[in-house]
């Protein structure tokens, strides 16, 4: 028997406004969070359309939640059920001075389980696979609902906590892994390590890296860069948050494009510049150009987000039928960096995925930093590379990355080069970007 088509988007919009109604009846009886908003807003179970959704509910911001937690500790009143049915405690990293702590019932994160099964759907995963987690295993969210879905799905889960890169390349080509999850920065790091201590992967049977944590997956010379360290192997591009759970995958027929998991989330990506003078409606920006992705969600309602800026900067695609057969909201480049990580240098809007698309691009390049300027009303960004050991011509390649730049962006960056083993190495997400 043939497999159904993938749905239509007027299917996903039917079925999104069916799971929003019931998500807002819910809140409506018990979240503390979001009874007044919802109310003011006018906004009930009987809420027409998304787009009467979308023009009368205004956004949920970081700094709302994180003085929800502050006024009621430990964690807030963005909980819809009785505190005995939670089982499940998640936290932001500390971009802020107080990370925001999350909680989950059973029923929530068993959705954030389906989610990470569409996500290794695509990605080619089967019962058959072994997949090593390069993970620390702490409190954040992605580690845990990632491992805990393969279990799921019948795959051999090979932790990788408490670990030095070393013992990881050994367990992973001792227990024959097939699948490496991790940040592309650590992908890239743990080829590094493999080549240093002559350790050949073509030994190995890794064929799929699925990345998170930052952007990179989605930027080709970044994904070209780690399946060079990693013979046989193909990188899959996924991002989430903690505070919203697993949100998008990698199209299996386009790399750099990444779909929104529907109907799991309504998603919208609108011009953050809008909601200075317009905290609801903000339009959705057309396809093509670059906003701020807004996620609700749809499925946990435990501790439901509605309308939240995730404040990722993503570029819209078309609204069409994907070649890999899907009608799901996609992005274009994946996520292109955070909405306060971009920085505007002599009128061009510069995102750390398109520095790294120009890092990643030379050979040569074991490790850099970004250092951002600001002074007397002006902007200027300087690069610090530590070459590869085996890098012939080091004055070269800092002159020849000085070109990239200047061709990818028309603004000169100098480049530096420093000594080798200087930059730190991360396991988690990669802080390259330094401001003075």
Not at 255 to 263: A, F, Q, S
Not at 405 to 425: G, K, Y
Request: aromatic letters at 8%; charged letters at 25%.
């Amino acid at each position: 028997m043939n497999a159904q088509p993938p749905p239509d988007r007027q299917t996903i919009r039917a079925a999104q406004l069916d799971r929003l109604r019931a998500l807002i009846g819910a809140l409506t009886e018990s979240n503390r969070f979001y009874c007044q908003t919802l109310a003011a807003a006018k906004v009930d179970r009987n809420i027409a359309s998304l787009d009467q959704f979308t023009a009368r509910m205004p956004v949920t911001t970081k700094p709302q939640l994180i003085d929800d937690q502050r006024t009621h500790p430990p964690y807030g009143t963005n909980l819809t059920f009785d505190f005995d049915q939670y089982s499940r405690l998640s936290q932001t990293s500390a971009t802020t001075d107080v990370p925001m702590r999350w909680i989950d019932t059973p029923q929530s994160w068993s959705w954030m389980l389906d989610n990470w099964a569409q996500v290794y759907e695509a990605c080619g995963v089967t019962p058959s696979d072994r997949i090593f987690f390069a993970f620390s295993f702490g409190p954040f969210l992605g580690f845990w609902t990632a491992f805990e879905s393969a279990a799921r799905l019948g795959c051999l889960c090979i932790p990788g906590g408490g670990m030095t890169s070393v013992a990881r390349l050994a367990a992973i080509l001792d227990n024959r892994a097939t699948v490496l999850c991790c940040t592309p920065t650590y992908a890239i790091h743990l080829g590094q390590v493999a080549a240093k201590e002559n350790i050949d992967l073509r030994g190995g049977e890794v064929r799929s890296i699925i990345v998170a944590g930052e952007p990179g997956g989605s930027v080709g010379a970044t994904r070209s860069t780690i399946e060079g360290f990693w013979p046989g192997a193909r990188v899959y591009d996924h991002h989430g948050m903690t505070e919203v759970g697993p949100v998008s995958y990698q199209c299996p027929k386009r790399p750099g494009i990444l779909h929104i998991i529907e109907p799991a989330y309504l998603g919208e990506v609108v011009d953050p510049d809008s909601f200075a003078s317009n905290p609801v409606g903000s339009g959705t920006v057309a396809p093509g150009e670059t906003g701020e992705l807004i996620l609700t969600t749809l499925g946990r309602t435990a501790c439901p987000l509605l309308r939240y800026r995730t404040g990722d900067s993503v570029r819209l695609g078309a609204d069409e039928r994907c070649a890999c057969g899907r009608s799901l909201t996609n992005l274009e480049g994946g996520i292109l960096g955070r909405a306060d990580d971009m920085v505007l240098v002599r009128g061009v809007n510069v995102f750390p995925s398109g520095v790294d698309q120009v890092m990643r691009r030379r050979r040569g390049v074991a490790e850099y930093r970004v250092e951002v300027h600001r002074g007397d009303g002006l902007t200027e960004l300087k690069v610090q590379v530590e070459a590869e050991p085996e890098e012939p011509d080091i004055p070269a390649l800092c002159r020849r990355l000085e070109r990239d730049l200047r061709d990818a962006f028309q603004i000169r960056v100098p480049v530096t080069a420093i000594d080798p083993d200087s930059l730190p190495r991360f396991e988690m997400k990669a802080r390259r970007w330094v401001f003075r």
